[in-house]
């Protein structure tokens, strides 16, 4: 059985968070499909608001402490990203754009990226393809076609929310097809990792 990890980040500010809970509903869509292809899955949750005194920190020292390492390298290691934001001001917030400002270049490359927002009016939807795709397509992710906005009035239960929930289980099942056909994550990258190896250090033999 393969295993698969699944990093999920949220930008979410209030407790509780409608981010997070969208976050979650997402992350729990794509797990069920990658059981349902026999893979053993594991999810890690990132929330922003618990790091946000570190990503500044970060910004302004160059040097992430070490909860906030724990947590990029979370993002980095993970066979699949879900990256959720509350929509401020017409496009992600600041706490998640920072985040994303300090994962290491390439970090994110060809990593699948199931992307969704939540926010006060569904006419701010767009926000996810004008602003957050853009930012991951950059970042060279594979960002999934189905992009998820959930507004208040999605999560009235009066059947509003049905749209919603075929839309997640879409979503989940995009992550769960795009991580199945690439090999399992190795982790992190190691910054500090030996790209020669001692013989040829000490003999100064430059293998390239
Ligand atoms: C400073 C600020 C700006 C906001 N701007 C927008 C906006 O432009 N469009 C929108 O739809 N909602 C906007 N909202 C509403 C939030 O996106 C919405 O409440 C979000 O779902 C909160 O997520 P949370 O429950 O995870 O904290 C804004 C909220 C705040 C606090």
Redesign the pocket.
């Known amino acids: 059985m393969t295993r698969r990890t699944l990093a999920v980040v949220?930008?979410?500010?209030?407790?509780?968070?409608?981010?997070?809970?969208?976050a979650d509903q997402l992350a729990a869509a794509a797990r069920d499909e990658l059981v349902r292809r026999g893979a053993e899955v594991e999810i890690n949750t990132v929330d922003l608001r618990e790091h946000a005194h570190d990503v500044v920190n970060h910004l302004l020292t160059g040097f992430p402490p070490a909860a906030l390492r724990a947590a990029l390298d979370t993002v980095a290691g993970a066979d699949g990203l879900i990256a959720v934001t509350?929509?401020?001001?017409?496009?992600y917030?600041g706490l998640f754009k920072s985040f994303f400002d300090v994962v290491e270049k390439e970090a994110l490359a060809d990593r699948p990226v199931l992307i969704g927002?939540?926010?006060?009016?569904?006419?701010?939807?767009l926000?996810l393809e004008h602003a957050v795709r853009p930012m991951f397509t950059y970042l060279r992710a594979v960002v999934l076609p189905t992009a998820v906005f959930?507004?208040?009035e999605d999560w009235a239960g009066d059947g509003a929310d049905r749209a919603l929930r075929s839309r997640i289980r879409r979503a989940g099942i995009e992550l769960a097809e795009q991580v199945d056909r690439r090999p399992a994550a190795t982790g992190p990258a190691d910054p500090f990792a030996l790209t020669t190896s001692f013989e040829d250090l000490l003999a100064g033999r430059d293998p390239a």
């Open positions: 949220s930008a979410g500010l209030s407790q509780p968070s409608s981010t997070r809970l969208l509350p929509i401020f001001n017409a496009s917030s927002a939540t926010g006060g009016t569904a006419r701010h939807s926000a959930a507004a208040p």
